[in-house]
Nanobody, 124 residues
Framework: QVQLIESGGGSVQAGNSLRLSCAAS????????MGWFRQAPGKEREVVAS????????YYRDSVKGRFTISRDNAKNTVFLQMNSLRPEDTAVYYC?????????????????WGQGTQVTVSS
């Protein structure tokens, strides 16, 4: 059983940056593909970025490419999402998730464990 706790959310103006962290307990994160998802009010949960167990493969959704960076520190059992040049459309609850998949995956239903989420609000 993996417990995930996100932190680092907040309210910022457009163009600013935030860094989200996801700390894990209960198991070593090096066994899992990790993903960041977000869900805005009235919308479905969508993948933002995902990273393979060793960081060798990374996926970003098109709208965040060049602005967001996902990384992981397996020794510290932590995953990060650096978000730069934030836009109002990035406003959502951001979730960290862990998948036991052997391959990089982006579908929410392939993720086994989820954090409670952290709110990111970007004002124009």
């Amino acid at each position: 059983q993996v417990q995930l706790i996100e932190s680092g959310g907040g309210s910022v103006q457009a163009g600013n940056s935030l860094r989200l962290s996801c700390a894990a307990s209960g198991d070593t994160l090096s066994s899992y593909v990790m993903g960041w998802f977000r869900q805005a009010p009235g919308k479905e949960r969508e993948v933002v970025a995902s990273i393979s167990w060793n960081g060798g493969r990374i996926y970003y959704r098109d709208s965040v490419k060049g602005r967001f960076t996902i990384s992981r520190d397996n020794a510290k059992n932590t995953v990060f999402l650096q978000m730069n040049s934030l836009r109002p459309e990035d406003t959502a609850v951001y979730y960290c998730a862990a998948s036991g998949s052997q391959a990089l995956t982006t579908a929410p239903n392939t993720y086994n464990y989820w954090g409670q989420g952290t709110q990111v609000t970007v004002s124009s």
